[in-house]
């Protein structure tokens, strides 16, 4: 059944119902190499790739799961493996969420239509490197309120990544993000953050606020690999789960929200995207 909390609990991007394996350590992906980074930055460049495509091909009379076929091909292609599958048995290669779902829906018969806000996150391996990106888009709309809000998603997140320095703090991003989102009369979601990932899709430092969390404490070492991935609404606040165990909503059903993703590493010359699809 969905949660009806009026808090959720704040998580990571995936429900917790099926773990990924336990570790006797908790594992936190920092780099100190070149080849590291060459790593990250092939499968980062890859899932962007993917993203990028499905976004393209991406018609009326489409079904998700036909969407999710095309990554899925891609990402065999290219050699890597859809994270998502890989570590928590995901029925897809790919999230796709067609509002008022928000994240981690499920590629099925649902058929895309004009005027449909939709979010793809694609997560991926290739050669023992995750990365993670996602974005939203509205498929040959023309609703002036939701191109805004895809428009200032882009912004919350590069307001955050702007925010990434080697010995600052890790809530920073999120202080400011929540500065935009208040100046620009949006709210976030506050039960889904970013997370740890490089050396597996989910990883210490574990949750990442993207909003102000008091509570934060914590400093970004260098070399640190992690997701920023801020959710802009209209209105909404918290995620809530649904029947089939994946797909998450907005607690407020008609509050359209986005969501926009980067993985990076924070280096002493500057933050450093690797999934930029060139």
């Known amino acids: 059944p969905t949660t009806t ?19 006797s350590k908790p594992r936190r ?21 993917a993203l990028d495509l499905m976004r393209s091909s991406a018609e009326p009379g489409m079904t998700t799961a036909e969407l999710d076929a095309i990554g899925a091909e891609f990402l065999d292609r290219e050699g890597a493996i859809s994270a998502p599958k890989s570590t928590y048995n995901f029925p897809g290669a790919t999230c796709i969420s067609v ?6 829906g499920i590629p099925n018969k649902t058929v895309l239509k004009p005027g449909h806000l939709i979010n793809i996150d694609v997560s991926a391996e290739k050669n023992g490197f995750f ?3 996602g974005a939203s888009f509205v498929l040959q709309g023309s609703d002036r309120r939701l191109e805004a809000l895809c428009r200032d998603g882009k912004r919350a997140l590069w307001t955050g ?7 600052g703090a890790l809530n920073a991003p999120g202080i400011a993000i929540e500065e935009f989102a208040r100046k620009n009369r949006y709210s976030l979601i506050r039960n889904l953050a970013s997370h740890g990932v490089g050396g597996a899709l989910h990883e210490e430092p574990g949750e990442i606020p993207t909003w102000k969390d008091l509570s934060e404490r914590r400093r970004i070492n260098e070399g640190l690999v992690f997701t920023l991935e801020p959710f802009l609404s209209l209105g909404a606040e918290w995620a809530v789960d649904s029947a089939d165990g994946w797909t998450l909503y907005a607690d407020k059903r008609q509050s359209p929200t986005v969501q926009y993703e980067h993985t990076m590493v924070a280096t002493r010359n500057g933050t450093v995207i690797t999934t930029l699809a060139a």
Request: no cysteine; net charge positive; glycine share 6%.
């Open 5 to 23: 909390l009026a808090r959720p609990r704040v998580r990571k991007q995936w429900p917790l119902l099926q773990p990924p394996p336990i570790r």
């Open 29 to 49: 992906m920092t780099i100190d190499r070149e080849d590291q980074l060459d790593g990250l930055k092939h499968i980062g460049r890859i899932v962007a790739q």
């Open 99 to 104: 509002f008022p779902a928000i994240a981690h």
């Open 131 to 133: 990365a993670d990106t």
């Open 161 to 167: 990544i702007r925010q990434v320095k080697v010995g």
